[in-house]
């Protein structure tokens, strides 16, 4: 959807100023909700609030100053404990939903312990997120943040049109992405040509998912930071860029459900302490055909990324914000 029309004038500390705003009040608004307990939804709003909003601190950094409790490190250790007690909630909804319907009596024995585990790891993760929310270094977070919004200050580059410095603040991260060698997992370089390789055996393919998936979960982490960052500034631009963001929301998706196999994978090997295949292999077959349908998902996107005529076009994309005179 192409958001609402804006100022393009706008100076970089005032705009700042409406994101940090809104995704502030954003997370203060899922506090009642998460403590009660009763839906998944507000830890999943507050974690991705938290997530903008450390992406905003980052991107505007240059243009605002704030107070010493509203850091990064900060953020990232309150995002953290958010983060860990969502991963458990994504992780069992996965198994009652996905897995679950699919085991005959046997496996559905030794999926109930796992089960019961879960249960007990993810009350053990909310009491230590209550804590972290109840402690002080999430008050005097708040406190800063509605502190600057109260009295904000900003340093002479906030003094700067938004439209003036857009592309300085948007094609380094472009640029840093196109570098990420998330990139180049299954894929041969010959004659300095990037080609990605077939992989038709389920077998070899899991292997080699195994060496890259550390890559390619940090290759996600960069992309929603990317993501977000592009969203704050959707108005400035034409709708192509708007396609954009829809992309790398999918890229987002897509390496994210990689990833949420990989450690539900690891975590019903911890607890059964058995190889999946021998212990729940109905669940291991469905794994490795998921894996499958992630490639076949994936190669087209990372030859899209690969391509030299596709991160020129982005790149004059991000240094081609709308005109004002034209608007």
């Known amino acids: 959807m192409k958001p609402q029309p804006l100022d393009l004038s706008i100076k970089l500390g005032e705009y700042s100023y409406q994101i940090i705003q809104q995704n502030f009040q954003r997370i203060v608004e899922q506090e009642k909700a998460i403590f009660e307990d009763k839906d998944p939804e507000p830890l999943h709003q507050m974690r991705v609030g938290m997530r903008r909003l450390r992406t905003a601190i980052q991107v505007f950094g240059s243009a605002i100053a704030l107070p010493k409790a509203v850091s990064n490190p900060s953020i990232g250790k309150i995002a953290k404990s958010l983060g860990e007690t969502r991963d458990l909630d994504v992780l069992q909804q996965e198994l009652i939903s996905r897995y679950q319907p699919l085991l005959d009596n046997t496996e559905l024995l030794k999926f109930e312990k796992v089960l019961k585990r879960l249960q007990k790891k993810r009350d053990r993760s909310f009491l230590d997120l209550q804590k972290t929310l109840n402690g002080d270094r999430y008050y005097d977070l708040k406190q800063g943040i509605q502190s600057w919004l109260d009295r904000p200050r900003y340093t002479m580059i906030g003094d700067l049109s938004v439209r003036e410095v857009l ?29 990605v390789i077939s992989i038709e055996n389920s077998e070899e393919l899991h292997q080699h998912l195994e060496k890259f998936v550390n890559d390619l979960h940090d290759l996600r982490k960069q992309m929603k930071g990317i993501r977000y960052q592009a969203e704050f500034f959707s108005g400035f631009y034409e709708d192509s860029y708007l396609e954009r963001i829809e992309e790398f929301k999918t890229i987002q998706e897509i390496l994210g459900q990689l990833h949420d196999r990989e450690v539900l994978r690891q975590f019903l090997e911890s607890t059964l302490n058995a190889d999946l295949a021998k212990v729940l292999p109905t669940v291991n077959q469905t794994m490795q055909q998921e894996q499958i349908t992630f490639w076949q998902s994936w190669q087209p996107i990372q030859q899209h990324y690969l391509s030299l005529k596709f991160r020129q076009s982005l790149r004059s994309l991000l240094s081609t914000p709308i005109d004002i005179a034209h608007a």
């Open 167 to 195: 592309p300085d603040l948007l094609l380094p991260l472009i640029c840093q992405l196109f570098l990420h060698q998330g990139w180049l997992g299954g894929t041969t370089i010959q004659s300095e040509k990037v080609t």
